[in-house]
Antibody, heavy 125, light 111 residues
Framework: QLQLQESGPGLVKPSETLSLTCTVSGGSISSSSYYWGWIRQPPGKGLEWIGSIYYSGSTYYNPSLKSRVTISVDTSKNQFSLKLSSVTAADTAVYFC?????????????????WGQGTLVTVSS | QSVLTQPPSVSGAPGQRVTISCTGSSSNIGAGYDVHWYQQLPGTAPKLLIYGNSNRPSGVPDRFSGSKSGTSASLAITGLQAEDEADYYCQSYDNSLSASVFGGGTKLTVL
């Protein structure tokens, strides 16, 4: 059974860079036809897609965050990572990683399953 | 303001049927992109409930069903149970934003 687990600091100072890693177990991150994504949820609010990466390194980012986001993959460790720079209090959220079934040219292939349990990152001095 | 619009809340008594709407536009649902639905129980991660407008992953009860028409989609839950009390989110792709987008979420209360 595929499982994902987020890890990283729970507290980040304003203007610094948020860094999180997602470890995939029970399956290979190099599986074809799947991207690996990051989604966040501010406290009490809805979900926001941050970006996704293929095992080859191909990425798609949410244009609203693109200037501050970098997603990378390490197939040898079965992990992918998120870096979000110049954070502010507005970046305080629970960050989820998830497997992303995504084919841009196919109108139906774009869902997230399964999800990690999520990790709360607070931006505060 | 979410690209996909959902009612903030819906409610129903045990055993009843409720529906949750998801309204988009010509750049997402109306452009032909499929809609997917997630259930988020309190304090947990979202779980895929419906994919490709109307398909249920293995293990999801057939009390849950999805449909899509024009620029909108709907999630229906029949035989409402207390354990269905959760937040529900729709999701699709928007080609003007070049992004996967979520609805604002709907809180389902079982009376």
């Amino acid at each position: 059974q595929l499982q994902l687990q987020e890890s990283g600091p729970g507290l980040v100072k304003p203007s610094e860079t948020l860094s999180l890693t997602c470890t995939v177990s029970g399956g290979s991150i190099s599986s074809s036809s799947y991207y690996w994504g990051w989604i966040r949820q501010p406290p009490g609010k809805g979900l926001e897609w941050i970006g996704s990466i293929y095992y080859s390194g191909s990425t798609y980012y949410n244009p609203s965050l693109k200037s501050r986001v970098t997603i990378s993959v390490d197939t040898s460790k079965n992990q992918f990572s998120l870096k979000l720079s110049s954070v502010t209090a507005a970046d305080t959220a629970v960050y989820f990683c998830a497997r992303h079934r995504f084919v841009l040219a196919a109108y139906g292939y774009n869902w997230f399953d399964p999800w990690g349990q999520g990790t709360l990152v607070t931006v505060s001095s | 303001q979410s690209v996909l619009t959902q009612p903030p809340s819906v409610s129903g008594a045990p055993g009843q049927r409720v529906t949750i709407s998801c309204t988009g536009s010509s750049s997402n649902i109306g452009a032909g992109y499929d809609v997917h639905w997630y259930q988020q129980l309190p304090g947990t991660a979202p779980k895929l409930l419906i994919y490709g407008n109307s398909n249920r992953p293995s293990g999801v009860p057939d009390r849950f069903s999805g449909s899509k028409s024009g620029t909108s989609a709907s999630l229906a839950i029949t035989g409402l149970q207390a354990e269905d009390e959760a937040d529900y989110y729709c999701q699709s792709y928007d080609n003007s934003l070049s992004a996967s987008v979520f609805g604002g979420g709907t809180k389902l209360t079982v009376l």
